[in-house]
Each structure stands twice: as structure tokens, then as C-alpha cells.
């Protein structure tokens, strides 16, 4: 079983959109959870941290961590097509070492 | 981008012959990393440093080695190729304190 599973989709929606993204994870020692925003041929980019459980909004985008369930989310609110890209989600018990979910492929159709 | 550059960006090489790559950063963060994409996996740590000669092995780290001779700069090195390590190579480095990492732009690495 993988440390973190994340659906690959892909997801396509219509601009506008909410879209809920979500990962799963088997180690309830994680408490650094993190989205990060790749384009095509690109390096991923930091979206959101959360450190340990709650929520987190900045902008259109809102992060979630429930670690009861071991399950984090982000939203992405009036969604646009500058938002199509892959997102990751990582996770991390002390900061130093990460693991990444596959990703999800989303695309936003204007 | 945090001052991260990657060389080379692509190479091609042959199953045996040895291959390093360079992660330079400008703004002497602690922390660098080394991770492999590939569809399917995501992406997975290599290699870590945490300070100059410091280093510690992540996730994959079989038929790879580093070094970090210098804060700026952290080199990853394929010993012996082989095509399994055909991939998509990223240096990140860490912001102390944080869990936050920024990425380079990554170096597209097929091994034939």
C-alpha cells in the first residue's frame, strides 16, 4: 500500500466550477500536508501548507486536512482556465522527508 | 523560483555510462533535495542534504548517489545508467523551520 493515494483522474470541468481534489494516506504520523500545482513540462509549485489538522483559504483555494480520517482535500472555488494543470498533494512527518501523490490531471473547459 | 537551476535540462545516454546532474540555488537554503517523476509513482525522494556534506538516502535512492560540497550546490549521480533511471529529475530545496519546498524546472533524463 502506498504512503498517499491520490485519484489521477482526469478531471475536467467547465469554467466556473468548484473542484474538490483529494488524497488519502496510511500514516497517521504525517502532520505536514501540502498541495503543490504542476503545469505541463514544468516544476511543481507550492499552493498550500497546513500543518496538522483544519482548514486553510487563500484566494479561490481552500485546504482541508481531517486527519481522523486520514484525508486532505483542496477546493478550488470559481475555477478557471489558467487552474488546468496537474495537482500534487505531499505529506510529511517531520518536515523532511516528503511523499507525493500521483496526482490529478484537471482541465477547465472555458 | 527561489534561484534553482538545473544542467543539463535533457540528456540522452547509454545503459553503463556514469551521469551527473547539478541543482544550483542562489539564496543558500539548507535544505536541497533530489526526486524522480514518473507516470504512475509521482514524485519519489532520492537523496536529501541538509547542510553541506550532509546527506541522507529517501525513498529510491538504490544506484544513486550525492554530494554537497558547497551550500549552492548539490549533485546527483547515476553511477552505472541503466534505462529504469530514464525519468524526469527535480532539485527542490526546503525553507529551514518550514515544510514548504520549491522546485527547479527539472531535467529530462533518457537512458537508452
Known amino acids: 500500500q502506498k504512503e498517499v493515494e491520490q485519484d489521477p483522474g482526469p478531471l475536467s470541468v467547465p469554467e466556473g466550477a468548484i473542484v474538490s481534489l483529494n488524497c488519502t494516506y496510511s500514516n497517521s504520523a504525517f502532520q505536514y500536508f501540502m498541495w503543490y500545482r504542476q503545469y505541463s513540462r514544468k516544476g511543481p509549485e507550492l499552493l498550500m501548507y497546513?500543518?496538522?489538522?483544519g482548514n486553510k483559504e487563500d484566494g479561490r483555494f481552500t485546504a482541508q486536512v481531517d486527519k481522523s480520517s486520514k484525508y486532505i482535500s483542496l477546493f478550488i472555488r470559481d475555477s478557471q482556465p489558467s487552474d488546468s494543470a496537474t495537482y500534487l498533494c505531499?505529506?510529511?512527518?517531520?518536515?523532511?522527508?516528503?511523499?507525493f501523490g500521483t496526482g490529478t490531471s484537471l482541465t477547465v473547459i472555458p | 523560483d527561489a534561484g534553482i537551476t538545473q544542467s543539463p535540462r535533457h540528456k540522452v545516454t547509454e545503459t553503463g555510462t556514469p551521469v551527473t546532474l547539478r541543482c544550483h540555488q542562489t539564496e543558500n537554503h539548507r535544505y536541497m533535495y533530489w526526486y524522480r517523476q514518473d507516470p504512475g509513482h509521482g514524485l519519489r525522494l532520492i537523496h536529501y542534504?541538509?547542510?553541506?556534506?550532509?546527506?541522507d538516502k529517501g525513498e529510491v535512492s538504490d544506484g544513486y548517489s550525492v554530494s554537497r560540497s558547497k551550500t549552492e550546490d548539490f549533485l546527483l549521480t547515476l553511477e552505472s545508467a541503466t534505462s529504469s533511471q530514464t525519468s524526469v529529475y527535480f532539485c527542490?530545496?526546503?525553507?529551514?523551520?518550514?515544510?514548504?519546498?520549491?522546485f527547479g524546472p527539472g531535467t529530462r533524463l533518457l537512458v537508452l
Open positions: 542534504s541538509y547542510g553541506v556534506k550532509d546527506t
Open positions: 497546513t500543518y496538522s489538522s
Open positions: 505531499a505529506m510529511s512527518v517531520t518536515g523532511n522527508q516528503f511523499y
Open positions: 527542490a530545496v526546503g525553507l529551514a523551520g518550514t515544510a514548504t519546498q520549491y
